[in-house]
């Protein structure tokens, strides 16, 4: 992602600056010291989303459908009780816990005034705000609504559990989804006008199929109102529901590499040629490890998707072709599936390193060399091997 200088709040554009400047004056530790500055800002970035809506709209569902949970996972939001909490309460992202999904009491629950009720669960903090309701949206809804603008942060309808309403309407003999989809936001719309929102935006979901109807069309929205420096954290929290996320995750990641490659550089002019194997090879670990947890390739996302979806953990393996992915990720694994890449050999050999190997073996010829290419080459080809996995997984789950 290109932090430009318009959405400098967080100072990404002076550091990449200065990352630049110092890559080109060769400063490697100058250079080392801007990225993982760079690699902390982003890090410490947090995306605050409230979920409210009246008790039973299902906003629990949807905090769990977004964090890939079942509704009977561990740390998962208990789902079809009656509102016990008055206060806003944290859902954590199994993988992101910088992405916190606020569960809001209803505002009818509270008996509040909208300002009141915003005052309440500290409005400030969110990036945004979700309203959910299971059938039409009521004036609660558009009151809050209504306050939630004047206070200048940006809101959302969901009608949720059209699953239900498709699975009504399919009974009949003439039934069109897309029809019944129109009508079903039409009148949404209708009833939000009515009650004095302009042009609202409503998006139909089902929590139970988050690959269905519009959730893929809220997160486009949401990626595009968001600030730039937000936009990766929203992509890596959500779950691959279509093809067209993975390709972006996978850009977002691509775009890395670059930071990555000099780090792991820097990490190799090290004097001591063993010491850096190994420094580099843990940074490595670390920036792979990355790349399978935001493809949900990691064993625990997978039994979660095998658990939503109900194809079998073992279907979703079969499909998997990196040994990087569904694995406990080492740094003789990876030293290892680097030495199997195809194009590793001509790489080092092009670097001048490969009379060594011989002697000493791919990785070893691969941890001596200092240049940031080989690492870049690297890193771009377990990325493509892992997306690849990933769009295979995503079609055997849900394509
Ligand atoms: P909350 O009180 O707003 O947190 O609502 P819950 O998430 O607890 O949901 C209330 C009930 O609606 C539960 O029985 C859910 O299983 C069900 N529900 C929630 N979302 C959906 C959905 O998208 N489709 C269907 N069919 N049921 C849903």
Sequence with gaps: TLHTSTDDQFGFASVTEEINEAVLKNDQPAAAARINELMMKEKNITLNIAITGESGAGKSTFVNALRGLCDDDEGAAPTGVTESSMDPKPHFHPDYPNVILWDLPGIGTLKYPADSYLRYVGFEKYDFFIIIAAARFKENDVKLAQEIQRMKKKFYFVRSKIDNDINAERRKRDFSAERTLTEIRDDCVKGLRGLGIESPQVFLVSSFELHLYHFSLLHETLDRDLPAHKRDALLCATPNINPEIIRKKKQALKSKIKYWATLSAAGAAVPVPGLSIVVDAALLVGVVTDYVHAFGLD???????????????????????????????????????????????????????????????????????????????????ILDKLTEDAQRVFKKALG
């Design 299 to 381: 064993i625990p996302s997978l039994k979660r998707l095998s658990a939503r979806t109900g194809v079998p953990y073992a279907d979703l393996c079969a499909v998997i072709i990196s040994p990087l992915a569904a694995a406990n990720i080492t740094t003789e694994l990876l030293l290892k599936v680097i030495a199997q890449l195809e194009s590793v050999a001509a790489l080092i050999a092009a670097e001048k390193v490969f009379r060594w190997i011989p002697f000493i073996g791919i990785p070893i010829a691969m941890g001596l060399s200092s240049t940031k290419t080989i690492k870049d080459q690297i890193l771009n080809l």
